[in-house]
């Protein structure tokens, strides 16, 4: 899969089959998007392109963005396992945002990107003031010969799949529906960052995850995980609240921190990890000592180890 962006100086020479969203978490909505436009690729012996957005279209326009789902590079992961051929990164910013929806399609999607077929969602949106709506899409691509399928919603339990709906999901701490909408589970990455080290005084130390404040984290409470370190997989336990808590160090900030179950090495700061998301164990509590917090962590593992047997 080669990656490309609007600030490279790259000409296609050949035409591609062209797959449209926003596609923040790449759920299973968004999937069937895009292995449409495999398809046709497939069939016309074209190549697969996804258009992505550098930057949430709302984050420029306004300080409302909702969190998101995935980071880009997660994206990019995503689509080279599903057997995208070309990702077309935009720059997306105020200039970008006042195009008029014909100037996307004719002089972006067709004169730049050799738009032979376009595949969007039934409820895709662009131009300026997102004017531009599939019906659109449509009357402007059939005169110049370029074909448009329309994926019709995906439901699960009779509502249907979107973003916004998985992100509910987690702030409920409902992991398991989330995973079932996303296709796969819900992953966060970062960086292993120093804490206040209360962990390791009493027997379990946890990694401190440096996430991207535009991240979406689920709601407070503590996680059955798994964690990728250094390409390999371990079994852990994650927590999302307030860090640590106990009442002497009673905090607003909202962390995430993960105690790796076997994993011989003490020294995970600076390390990059990828915490997996599969379902929920408790509810965040407040402890009055350590020796508390270390009881409940204990009695933790104690039914993971459990439930992993």
């Not at 591609?16 to 969203?21: K, Q, R, Y």
């Amino acid at each position: 899969m080669k990656v490309i962006t609007s600030n490279e100086d790259f000409r296609f020479i050949k035409s591609n089959v062209i797959a449209l969203g926003n596609f923040d978490g790449i759920h299973i909505a968004h999937q069937k998007v895009i292995k449409t436009a495999l398809q046709i690729a497939k069939k016309n012996s074209l190549s697969s392109l996804v258009l992505l957005f550098d930057k949430h279209p709302i984050s420029v326009l306004n300080d409302s963005a909702p969190k998101l789902l995935t980071t880009l590079d997660q994206k990019i992961k995503i689509l080279e396992q599903l057997g995208v051929d070309y990702v077309y990164i935009q720059e997306f910013d105020v200039k970008f945002s006042t195009l008029e929806p014909d100037y996307f399609i004719i002089k972006i999607l067709i004169d730049k990107l050799l738009a032979a077929s376009i595949v969007a969602g039934f409820d895709y949106r662009f131009g300026k003031g997102a004017k531009g709506d599939t019906q659109y899409l449509k009357e402007i691509c059939v005169k110049f010969k370029t074909d448009v399928t329309i994926v019709d919603k995906v439901d699960f339990d009779n509502e249907p799949v979107s973003a916004s709906r998985i992100r509910n999901l987690l702030d409920e701490g409902d992991i398991e529906k989330a995973n079932k909408l996303l296709g796969r589970r819900y992953s966060i990455e970062g960086t292993v960052v120093h804490g206040r080290g209360l962990g390791s005084k009493i027997g379990f130390p946890t990694a401190n995850i440096d996430i991207s404040k535009n991240i979406k984290l689920p709601g407070s409470g503590v996680y059955l995980t798994k964690s990728s370190i250094d390409n390999e997989l371990f079994d852990s336990i994650t927590n999302i609240g307030s860090n640590p808590t106990i009442n002497d160090y009673l905090t607003d900030r909202i962390s995430c921190e993960t105690h790796v179950i076997g994993y011989s090495s003490l020294n995970l700061y600076g390390k990059e990890i990828v915490i997996q998301f599969k379902r929920k164990i408790r509810n965040e509590q407040k402890f009055d000592s350590l020796d508390q917090l270390r009881k409940a962590i204990e009695n933790d593992i104690l039914l993971v180890k459990k439930q992993l047997e």
